[in-house]
């Protein structure tokens, strides 16, 4: 349906392309190739808090970003990035008048079947590629600018095994190619300062862990009050194969599952870990092969964490032991 897509694209004056909450450099990069490519005016609407390499990215592109968009007095929404509403609460393109479409690469959730037009591949490396692929498909020329945002969301995604990948070099070469001179905005995304809430939420995540290992695996899992990604990719850069954190709500409790991107164990989180959380806890739980989300109806953190090892266990056929 990206044909659809990009029809819809050319014949569209203003465009509102929405990213998730806690906005990585895939979702920004493919926002930003979008709103810079297209003829359309383009908003990015950012519903909640923006992770600092993309937040660099967007600093440096000349683009209109705003946080609580009308989505009413656009021709189109696109939602990039995200499979479900409840990662782009409070906005809401679904309820809105405009035509919603759906760019992208985890397994599909809810927003699948609500949105009126979806380009949705959970084989592909980034969500970057998709919106390459619906870009070429309209005839678009891609600035230098947005080729580089493009080649950004598909290298950091893909942890730059992109540069290397068989189904991902060429992507990743073209993006480069066709980045030209704004190339040299790339590096400076990796290089920035980490804001203070995500220092503290990774030294405690360090400080709080629980050590799991079952032959050459380690599992690490933690308890924090915010920046749950930022923490749970401190635990990876720890030696973690698996990353697990636990983060409790007022009548919730959130989980962020990552794997190493190093590692060699066969281990899908949706399927596997986040979706029967889910369906025993209560709630709704989602993602892509190496990382997920599970939004659970318990407060019992420690009933989640426990249970999340079991299931990881069991979903590779061993069984953990604590270390310390």
């Not at 819809?8 to 392309?17: F, G, H, N, T």
């Not at 809810?110 to 980034?126: C, F, G, N, R, W």
């Not at 970057?128 to 493009?150: N, P, Y």
């Not at 066969?266 to 369906?279: I, M, N």
Request: net charge negative; proline share 4%.
């Amino acid at each position: 349906m990206r044909e659809a897509i990009a029809d819809e694209l050319v014949d569209s004056a203003k465009i509102a392309v929405v990213v998730h909450t806690h906005a990585d450099l895939d979702a920004i990069g493919s926002a930003v190739g979008l709103a810079t490519t297209v003829d359309a005016e383009g908003t990015i609407v950012t519903p909640g808090s923006v992770q600092s390499a993309a937040a660099t990215l967007l600093e440096t592109c000349d683009v209109t970003v705003d946080s609580d968009a009308h989505l009413d007095a656009y021709d189109l929404s696109v939602v990039v990035d995200a499979p479900s509403q409840e990662r782009i609460a409070p906005s809401d393109p679904v309820a809105a008048a405009p035509p919603c479409a759906v760019i992208d690469h985890h397994d599909p959730d809810d927003l699948q079947t609500a949105a009126d037009l979806t380009h949705i591949d959970s084989s592909a490396p980034a969500t970057a590629v998709l919106v390459s692929q619906v870009l070429e498909g309209g005839g678009f020329d891609v600035s230098e600018t947005a080729a580089m945002a493009l080649a950004a969301g598909l290298l950091d995604d893909t942890g730059f095994r992109a540069i290397i990948g068989e189904d991902t070099y060429e992507p990743a070469a073209k993006l480069l190619e066709q980045a030209g001179d704004a190339r040299s905005v790339l590096p400076s995304l990796w290089e920035t300062d980490v804001p203070w809430s995500e220092r503290m939420a990774t030294a405690k995540a360090l400080v709080r862990a629980n050590g799991y290992k079952a032959g050459q695996t380690i599992l690490l899992t933690t308890t924090v009050g915010g920046e749950e990604t930022a923490a749970a990719h401190a635990l990876l850069a720890g030696n973690a194969d698996i990353a697990i954190t636990v983060s409790p709500r007022s009548d919730q409790t959130r989980v962020v599952a990552r794997t190493s991107d190093s590692t060699d164990i066969d281990l899908a989180l949706p399927e596997a870990v986040l979706e029967p959380l889910a369906r025993e806890f209560g709630g709704d739980g989602g993602g892509h092969s190496g990382a997920g989300v599970a939004k659970l109806e318990t407060t019992d953190t420690e009933a989640v964490e426990n249970r999340t090892v079991l299931l990881i266990g069991n979903a590779l056929g061993v069984q953990f032991g604590q270390f310390s």
